[in-house]
């Protein structure tokens, strides 16, 4: 084997070897029960801080990063931070105050001590600014990050299983 080969060959091997060490160790079960218990945590109290606050205590519940994005029923809703920024401080306009509430489903799989997948059925009561109510709900997904700020949601996806209007 000409030399040229062999260190491009040794280069390859130690690339490969320095991305399989990058990889984060698997959490032990002690480590995946203190995730679990943080982020079941933060999940309550994001429903608890929307129900008390109203809606613009979202965004104390989404990350700030750029990687931040949202979708609606399959359709793009924020595509970043800065759009759920100013989406939520229109939301006063339309909704006055949401009651929020997690289904008994709520699911936690902690991926690294930084970042879980979150899941559970949703119920919730948005009060409109003419009194009006109306009643949703559905199935939510997110990533949870754990970050300076504590955790947030660094994505999220809300599934609503009556599409208004049909």
Do not use: C
């Amino acid at each position: 084997m000409n030399t040229v080969l062999r260190a491009t060959l040794a280069l390859i091997a130690v690339a490969l070897a320095g991305a399989a060490s990058a990889a984060p160790a698997p959490l032990t079960p002690a480590e995946r029960a203190a995730v679990s218990a943080d982020v079941r945590a933060f999940m309550l109290k994001v429903a608890s801080e929307v129900t008390q606050h109203g809606p613009t205590a979202w965004r104390a519940q989404f990350s700030q990063t750029p990687q931040f994005f949202m979708a609606v029923n399959g359709a793009l809703a924020f595509a970043d931070s800065a759009a759920a920024s100013r989406g939520i401080a229109a939301l006063p306009g339309i909704i006055q105050s949401i009651e929020l509430k997690w289904g008994d489903d709520l699911r936690i799989d902690p991926l690294t001590a930084q970042f879980a997948v979150v899941a559970s059925s949703y119920y919730e009561v948005q009060t409109h600014p003419d009194g009006t109510r109306t009643a949703d709900r559905g199935y939510f997904t997110a990533v949870a990050e754990r970050g300076a700020p504590g955790w947030t949601l660094r994505d999220a996806h809300w599934s609503s299983l009556t599409l208004p209007g049909h």
